[in-house]
């Protein structure tokens, strides 16, 4: 069985286990700090914030290794489950084409950190524009009546006033707990087990929307039924809670797809 499989087995992980951790305290917030729905949302779109500045320091970071990634043993897979659907010579240029891959590794590499030079600032403008626009989305909607006067939070005079009373609540020790949860998980995973070597720069820049796209949607669709309900505590907890097993989910399923990327399952 492989290490991650092992760790898997036994628990968590230390990853895991912290990311659980960060994730309680929008949970003391509610239970202890008297959190509103709108207090957890904002700790949740830090987090968007959080995520897609680690994922920066992964794509400056990330350099293949094409020993860790098993082209031909995957290539052959491939082909060996749609073999009714390629001819021979449609086999024999694909393994023409991996064996060029592996020949002109040196070159490959120095080609994928240049490409850094392209995927880093769109990712940075594309990703910073896809929060700014939802963090808008969930003040206007969900932060009405939160700043002194109420009314609907324009575009950019009330959003930092938002922002600054979910962390005078509590919100800046949950932001702070998930910063060091997802800073963990980078040194600890991602250059610790030597992730950075099986990923390239392209899949990093779409990586973090399928996370955030579903777990906010979950969290948006919960804050609603939780305001339309009148906000009672044993629902915020129970959105809190399924929070956390989304994270965890999504957080395991992302380290087991590098580690396959390794084993070319």
């Avoid at 951790?21 to 700790?43: E, K, Q, T």
């Avoid at 021979?88 to 080609?111: H, M, P, V, Y």
């Avoid at 820049?205 to 906010?216: D, E, S, T």
Wanted: hydrophobic share 50%.
């Amino acid at each position: 069985m492989s290490q991650f499989g092992l760790n898997t087995a036994k628990g968590l992980g230390p990853s895991g286990m912290l990311l659980v951790a960060a994730n309680l305290i929008p949970l003391a917030g509610v239970l202890v700090w008297d959190w509103s729905v709108f207090h957890v949302v904002v700790v949740y779109w830090l987090e968007n914030v959080i995520i897609g500045v680690v994922n920066i320091f992964k794509m400056i970071t990330c350099s293949p290794d094409p020993k860790q990634i098993d082209l031909k043993g995957k290539l052959m897979r491939r082909l060996s489950e749609k073999q009714e659907q390629i001819d021979d010579e449609e086999a024999r240029k694909a393994f023409e084409f991996t064996q060029k891959l592996e020949s002109n590794k040196g070159k490959l590499a120095a080609i994928h950190h240049a490409s850094k030079l392209f995927f880093i600032p769109f990712f940075t403008f594309h990703y910073g524009f896809f929060c700014l626009v939802h963090g808008v989305f969930i003040f206007a909607l969900l932060g009405k009546g939160e700043l002194i006067g109420g009314g609907m939070p324009s575009l950019f005079d009330e959003l930092g006033d938002l922002v600054k009373l979910a962390l005078e609540a509590g919100g800046l020790w949950a932001a702070l707990g998930l910063v060091v949860s997802h800073l963990f998980s980078f040194f600890a995973n991602y250059l610790g087990k030597s992730e950075y070597r099986r990923t390239v720069a392209p899949l990093l820049m779409v990586a973090p929307y399928g996370r955030i796209v579903v777990l906010h949607l979950a969290i948006i669709f919960g804050a609603f039924a939780t305001m339309a309900l009148g906000s009672p505590v044993y629902l915020l907890v129970i959105l809190i809670v399924g929070k956390i097993m989304l994270d965890l989910k999504f957080h395991n399923r992302a380290h087991r797809k590098l580690l396959a990327h390794q084993l070319g399952q």
